[in-house]
């Protein structure tokens, strides 16, 4: 079979257009393209605003709202780069559930629970706990690299043909 070949302007395009495809695969080049920029153009607005002197709520606001605008099309193309890769897409969800939690609470880990606690065993238990979530979600971020940057299976798998042999 012959490689397909896809410039980045075609990757991004493709990250758009698949918005809400769950199904089938996507190639590396889709997903970090689309990453790059997405990326780009957050810091982009970002500094167009700083410079703009617009600073605080409004920027973080702004900044916000870009996030939940990629939040689908992030969500979809990680899904289908997992189903390259031969896995669920359900191993998506946690990578967007904290998504989520970081775009909705930002103040999440300022909680209230653990100000002005004097209990020894409160506030251990509240280290250990930060300490394994901050573990977990370690091994969570390697795994997710390791498997958005990993070719994907070659020729067809149980979700699809392989999108670098065919469109």
Known sequence: MQKIP?????????????????SGRARRKEYWWSVLFNSLITVLISCLLEALHV???????????????FL?????????????????????????ALTLIAIFFPDFGESELNK????????????????????TLLGYFIFMIFTMMKEGEQGTNQYGDDPKHSR
């Open 116 to 135: 002005g606690v004097t209990n020894d065993y409160i506030n251990n238990t509240i280290v250990v706990s930060s300490i394994l979530l901050f573990i």
């Open 6 to 22: 896809m410039n980045p302007l075609e990757a991004y395009i493709s990250y758009w257009k698949n918005t809400f495809n769950m």
């Open 55 to 69: 600073k605080g709520t409004a920027n973080y606001a702004v900044t916000m709202i870009l996030a939940v605008i």
């Open 72 to 96: 689908v099309p992030d969500f979809s193309v990680t899904v289908r780069r997992f189903h390259d890769n031969g896995l669920s897409g359900k191993w998506a969800v946690p990578m967007f």
